[in-house]
C-alpha cells in the first residue's frame, strides 16, 4: 500500500508540467530526460542518507588516555571494557567515588592509583566524585602528571531520581543537577585544558528522557536537557582548539540504573507508582547497554564525530514523534502511555 503511494507521487512528480519543462530545456528526449530525473531522485536522497547515516571515515590516531567517569557499574563498566578493547595502545581509566574496589582492595577517597595495574593487566577505578572539585582536580592532576596530557573525556556519571515535580525537596533537586549536570560541566572544565595530545574529545552520555519532560522523572529529565544545551553550545566554543564533543542520548537500556532512587512517599500514589512500573518494565525490555558502549568507541575512533548519537528504537521514535508532533499531542502520547490522569483511560495509547 505505501510502495503503492510512494511509486504514485513519484511518477506524478516526474510527469509534472514543471519536471517536462526542465527536461525539455536540456534538450533530452522526453523519455531519457524522465529516467534520468527519476534516477537523480533516487540517487541524491541515497547519498544524503549515506553521508549522514553510513560509516564515517577513522581518524589514524591512538588516544593516549581515555577516561570514563562512573565505571563501577551498568553502561560505565561495559564502556571500559569496550574501549579497552578498541584501544590497546591506549590507556583506559575509569573512575568511582569510592575508590578502587577490584580484587577486594579498597583506597580511601581522593587517592588515585595510577600506574597500578592488576594481574589481568587492566587498570583499577579511579577514585572521584563528579560533584566534587578537589576530588576532581585530584584525579585530573595526578594523570596529567602521569601523562602529561588526557585525550577523551567520557561523562558518564549519572543519577536517577523519581519523585513530583511539585514536592522536589531541594536538595533532591540540587542532587541530581550536581551529578548529572554540574558534574559534566565541572569534568569539562579540568579535562579540556588537558588536552593537548593529537586526539581531543569530549563524550557524555545524554539520555532521550531530556528531549522530553518525562513524567515523574522532571529532576532527571531536566539535568539530561541541560547537559544536552550545554554539550551543543560547548561543541562550538571548543571546535577551534580541535576538540570534538558528542552527546550520546540512549533510550531505554537494560537493566536499568542501578543507583535509581525514589523520593519518599512516592509509591504511595498510585499513579506515580503505576508509571514507575511502566518505566522500569520498558528498561529491562530496553536496548543491550553494549550497543551504547560499541558507539562510545566508534565516536572516540571516528574522523569526524557526530554531535548527536541516539541509540535504541524508542530513541529514534521519540526523535520522530517530537519532530512530526504537536506539543499537545506528544503529551497526549506520553500521559496516555504512562496511565497519567487525565489520560489514564485514554482511548488512544502508545
Ligand atoms: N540505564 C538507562 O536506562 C539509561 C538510559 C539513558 C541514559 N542513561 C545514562 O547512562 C549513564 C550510566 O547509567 P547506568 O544505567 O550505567 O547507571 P548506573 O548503573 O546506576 O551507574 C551509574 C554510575 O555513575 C556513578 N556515579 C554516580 N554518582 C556519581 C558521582 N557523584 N561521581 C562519580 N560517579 C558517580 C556510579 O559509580 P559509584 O556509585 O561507584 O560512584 C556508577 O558507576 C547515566 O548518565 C545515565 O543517565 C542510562
Redesign the pocket.
Known amino acids: 500500500m505505501v510502495v503503492h503511494h510512494v511509486t504514485g507521487a513519484f511518477v506524478a512528480i516526474l510527469k509534472s508540467q514543471r519536471v517536462q519543462a526542465v527536461i525539455a530545456a536540456t534538450g533530452m528526449s522526453s523519455g531519457v530526460g524522465s529516467i534520468f530525473a527519476g534516477a537523480l531522485m533516487v540517487v541524491i536522497p541515497a547519498l544524503v542518507a549515506l553521508v549522514a547515516f553510513g560509516p564515517a571515515p577513522r581518524s589514524r590516531d591512538t588516544p593516549k588516555v581515555i577516561l570514563v ?9 561495559l564502556m571500559l571494557d569496550e574501549l579497552r578493547r578498541a584501544f590497546p595502545a591506549s590507556v583506559v581509566y575509569g ?4 575508590g578502587w574496589s577490584a580484587k577486594g582492595t579498597r583506597v580511601t577517597k581522593g587517592d588515585s592509583p595510577l600506574g597500578v595495574t592488576e594481574a589481568d593487566g587492566t587498570q583499577p ?1 579511579l577514585a ?5 572539585e578537589d576530588s576532581v582536580e585530584r584525579c585530573v592532576d595526578a594523570i596529567v602528571a602521569r601523562h602529561g596530557e588526557l585525550s577523551v573525556l567520557v ?6 531520581l523519581q519523585t513530583w515535580a511539585v514536592d522536589t525537596k531541594a536538595a533532591d533537586a540540587e542532587a541530581q543537577m ?3 549536570f554540574h ?1 559534566v560541566v565541572r569534568m569539562v572544565r579540568h579535562c579540556v585544558p588537558a588536552m593537548v595530545g593529537t586526539v581531543k574529545r569530549v563524550v557524555t ?5 531530556g528531549r522530553i519532560g518525562l513524567p515523574y522523572n522532571s529532576m ?1 529529565s531536566a539535568s ?1 536537557a541541560a547537559t544536552m544545551a550545554y554539550t551543543d553550545a560547548l561543541r562550538m566554543e571548543v571546535a577551534a582548539n580541535g576538540v570534538k564533543v558528542s552527546l550520546v ?12 532512587a525514589k523520593a519518599e512517599g512516592f509509591d504511595a500514589n498510585v499513579h506515580a507508582k503505576g508509571a514507575f512500573d511502566i518505566m522500569r518494565a520498558e ?1 529491562a525490555a ?1 536496548t543491550d ?1 553494549a550497543v ?1 558502549a560499541r558507539t562510545v568507541a566508534r565516536c572516540v575512533r571516528s574522523l569526524h564525530p557526530r554531535g548527536r548519537y541516539l541509540v535504541g528504537p524508542d530513541a529514534w521514535l521519540v526523535e520522530v514523534l517530537t519532530r512530526l508532533c504537536t506539543y499537545p499531542m506528544r503529551e497526549y502520547f506520553l500521559a496516555s502511555h504512562y496511565r497519567i490522569p487525565p489520560r489514564h483511560n485514554a482511548w488512544i495509547r502508545v
Open positions: 567517569t562512573g565505571a563501577s557499574s551498568g553502561l560505565g563498566k573512575t568511582s567515588r569510592s577505578l572521584l566524585d563528579v560533584t566534587d561523562n558518564n556519571a549519572g543519577a536517577v550536581a551529578t548529572n558534574g552520555i545524554g539520555s532521550i528522557g532527571y539530561k542520548e540512549p533510550g531505554d537500556l537494560k537493566p536499568g540504573m542501578v543507583n535509581a528498561e530496553g547497554p551504547v
